[in-house]
């Protein structure tokens, strides 16, 4: 398979705390997303960082990226219970193709 | 502005029927992109179109083919229906120039029987 690994599988916390979930990637990347769905929906892009790019923020969500060891991370703070879906990070490699990991199912306790 | 659209939502087939599954993306997208999402495999890409030409195809059998309008809608089309071929299909959509950001349609969830 080319897709790469997320991790952990499936998190479970409580309102107000922070989720982290991690990717790792198999191939040289023009950038890395990640996404959103809630169940059995559409995927929602929630932010892209570049391969020359370290560290981005957009709102809640934090999102580092690490070359060298082709892996990211997603940090969502101050987790609300409406943040629970399923998330996906894809590799952008060419022509409208996205290489999707295989998701981190987060479950957010009110 | 409205959003990429997928129709039908739900369908049932059994096995040996084909199907075609219809995507219309968002006004003034141009690229059109597939995937199969199953709890096994996970999404996995089918293949993208721009200016009705497939520019890029994922690993699957012959069965599974698509095809691009000139108004940028497209379709998708799976013959000799197997029982793995149940799954979600979602299409995407984007403007084609940057980086590579897709709007999703709500996908079409196809049960084969």
């Known amino acids: 398979s080319q897709q790469g690994e997320e991790d952990p599988q499936a998190l479970s916390i409580q309102e107000g705390e922070n989720a982290t979930m991690n990717c790792s990637y198999k191939t040289s990347i023009n950038n890395l997303q990640w996404y959103r769905q809630n169940s059995g929906r559409g995927l929602v892009h929630l932010i892209l960082i570049r391969s020359n790019e370290r560290e981005k923020h957009s709102g809640r969500l934090r999102v580092t990226l690490d070359t060298s060891k082709k892996s990211s991370s997603l940090l969502i703070t101050a987790s609300r219970a409406a943040d629970t879906a399923s998330y996906f990070c894809a590799e952008d490699t060419s022509y409208g193709k996205l290489t999707f990991g295989q998701g981190t199912i987060l479950t957010v306790h009110p | 502005k409205a959003g990429v659209t997928q129709t039908p939502r739900y369908l049932i087939k059994t096995r040996g029927q084909q199907v075609t599954l219809s995507c219309s993306p968002i006004?003034?997208?141009?690229?059109v992109s597939w995937y199969q999402q199953t709890p096994g495999q996970g999404l996995q890409f089918l293949f993208e179109?721009?200016?009705?030409?497939?520019?890029n195809k994922g690993n699957f059998p012959g069965r599974f083919s698509g095809r691009q309008f000139s108004n940028s809608r497209s379709e998708m089309n799976v013959s000799t229906l197997e029982l793995g071929d149940s799954a979600l299909y979602l299409c995407?959509?984007?403007?084609?120039?940057?980086?590579?950001?897709?709007?999703f349609g709500a996908g079409s969830r196809l049960t084969v029987l």
């Open positions: 995407a959509s984007r403007i084609s120039s940057g980086a590579n950001v897709l709007t």
């Open positions: 006004s003034g997208h141009r690229s």
């Open positions: 179109y721009f200016s009705e030409t497939q520019r």
